[in-house]
């Protein structure tokens, strides 16, 4: 009950800056359209930050396998979740902006905060594993469907700086070297912008949204389901029938930092790479929108459920 009352309170803080990005349109000091310009800043600096950051830790064993097990858990989300969106692709023709929503959780701009405030900043290196294999996800595939390419374009790939700020990571992680403090202070303050621009501009398109109107829309609500409570329902049964927080010592609190990553809302950065490869970004903002109102109910229960089953 604790870690949800944690995670209800750090929920209210991400509300609370939507809510300031929302003002600034509302109140004409900064135009809707203004929140491009901060989502590119978003994509390719603060979050190459943040990734980095995450890394400068000091390399033992445990930390290791901790790193390795949440990694593989990630990706076999990740490929279970892709399976998933080719299934309403086929039989209900989700859209592009759709499939994004249900596969791509917000866990790059919420996860860091959630976990380093309920867990302490010992736990936070997990959460990255996981963001980063999202990242790889975004920068091949999402980026691919959102551009709309037959191939994936590789040398735009591995030359884009996310990816680039991944490797760079684990070899930092690996090799122990640490950055000078004049290079690490100001990328980890960088990134601690992360969450807050992110929320931003979700409060931004928000303000530019046709709220009243959408609220007649069926697909806002269904889509929203779909993210914050049939997946999550589907995982949990997984992680409780599989066992798999057995197989490591700390394996309970590495599955909640894995849970808790995949029950966020849909991803702001959809709604960014949206804005940057020319897709319906009202969409896909009101999708986001949705899925973090509807957010500050569902994680903290199913958090709950969670502790209940396997905690």
Partial sequence: MQISIIL???LVNFFIMILLGFILV??????????????????????PCAI?????IGFTKEKLQGLLFSAVLATIIHI???IFINIGRKLWHWNTVECATVMYSNSGNMIIPLVNAMLGTDYVLYSCAFMSVQLIFLWTHCSTMLAE???????????NINVIAIIAGLLLFFCQIKLPSVILTPVKDIGNMLAPLSMIVTGMLMADSPIRD??????????????????????LLIMYVSHVYALI????TLLLIVFLASITPSASTITQMAQVYNKDATYSGLLNVFTTLF????MPLAVILFSRLIL
């Fill in 8 to 10: 209800l309170g750090k």
């Fill in 26 to 47: 509302n109140k004409h000091i900064l135009n809707a359209s203004d929140s491009r310009i901060l989502s590119i800043i978003v994509v390719y600096l603060v979050m």
């Fill in 52 to 56: 980095i950051n995450s890394f400068e």
């Fill in 80 to 82: 279970l979740l892709l």
């Fill in 149 to 159: 390419k037959p191939h994936m374009e590789w040398k735009k790939i591995i030359t």
């Fill in 214 to 235: 959408s609220l007649k829309n069926a697909k806002l609500y269904i889509f929203s389901a779909i993210r914050l409570v049939i997946w999550p329902a589907v995982l």
């Fill in 249 to 252: 010592p700390e394996g309970r």
């Fill in 295 to 298: 957010c500050i109910i569902t």
